[in-house]
């Protein structure tokens, strides 16, 4: 239920969508001819909005910091597993094409290889499935993935391929179950940096002891406060994509999901 209620609700309450809402509701009204004064109203916040967002630094402002949280560490010589969250595939061109596509999160598989060739003895897990409202949660994804990891030289036996999960929590759930985390097996977490905080305090939930190894960064520092955008697009989807984070370290951790509703660095830390 709550994956269905995050789908259907969550795009609705996007900036973006709450932006095309008032610009729409203020037109209509405006075209109608009654309550101009109120669709004046509505269509100028709409526009404030859609250049506030567009154009200002406030995406940067939202997201940098998730995306300071985690810095990363030494890299650990004794890791267990190697943690990789899906969301770097285009399922449906993936399955078109047979062959592994991905979009801009690309770096959580690229990375994620570099550090498996560094450390050959850990686990090379990968986890995600089909996040879509209709049709099968396993859609072949993570086979596809494991056949990518498998050509670049990573060993068969090394592999662990999880293909149900369409939320982190079902990402750290199903985990679980597959590999029962005991107390001294450590795990890297590699997802994207904004996305980090959510996921940390997910699976340290589930019993896993997790580094985080954030990639797919989309700003450089804290000197992108100041930085305005040059195309409204670039903005909007900034500040959807921190908003969406935001929300959903609120959602997480008032349904029990995550251990912290802003997770420290140590493990088992902030609970």
Not at 57 to 80: I, M, S, V
Not at 194 to 219: C, E, L, N
């Amino acid at each position: 239920m709550f994956f269905y209620a995050s789908k259907i609700i969550s795009p609705l309450i996007w900036p973006s969508s709450i932006i095309a809402i008032l610009l729409v509701a203020g037109t209509v009204l405006l075209l109608a001819g009654r309550g101009v004064r109120w669709g004046r109203r509505i269509l100028a916040s709409g526009v404030a909005l859609l250049l506030i967002c567009g154009l200002s630094p406030l995406g940067n402002w939202l997201l940098l910091p998730l995306e300071q949280r985690f810095a990363r560490g030494p890299l650990p010589d004794d890791l267990t597993g190697i943690i990789i969250l899906g969301g770097f595939e285009t399922g449906p061109i993936t399955r078109s094409r047979n062959m592994l596509t991905t979009n801009e999160a690309a770096e959580r598989l690229t990375e994620s290889i570099l550090v498996a060739k560094a450390r050959p003895q850990a686990k090379v897990i990968f986890t995600g499935g089909d996040a879509a409202l209709v049709g099968p949660a396993d859609n072949g994804i993570a086979s596809q993935v494991g056949q990518y990891l498998a050509a670049v030289g990573i060993a068969r036996e090394r592999l662990v391929l999880e293909g149900a999960s369409r939320t982190t929590h079902e990402n750290a759930l199903f985990l679980a179950r597959l590999l029962t985390p005991a107390p001294g097996q450590r795990y890297l977490l590699v997802t994207s940096a904004s996305h980090m905080p959510r996921s940390i305090a997910t699976f340290r939930a589930k019993g896993f002891d997790v580094q985080a190894w954030p990639v797919d960064y989309r700003t450089t520092g804290w000197g992108d406060l100041t930085t305005f955008f040059d195309a409204m697009p670039a903005g909007l989807i900034r500040v959807d994509a921190a908003f969406k984070e935001w929300a959903g370290l609120l959602a997480y951790r008032l349904s029990g999901r995550s251990s912290s509703l802003w997770p420290d660095h140590a493990p088992g830390a902030g609970r």
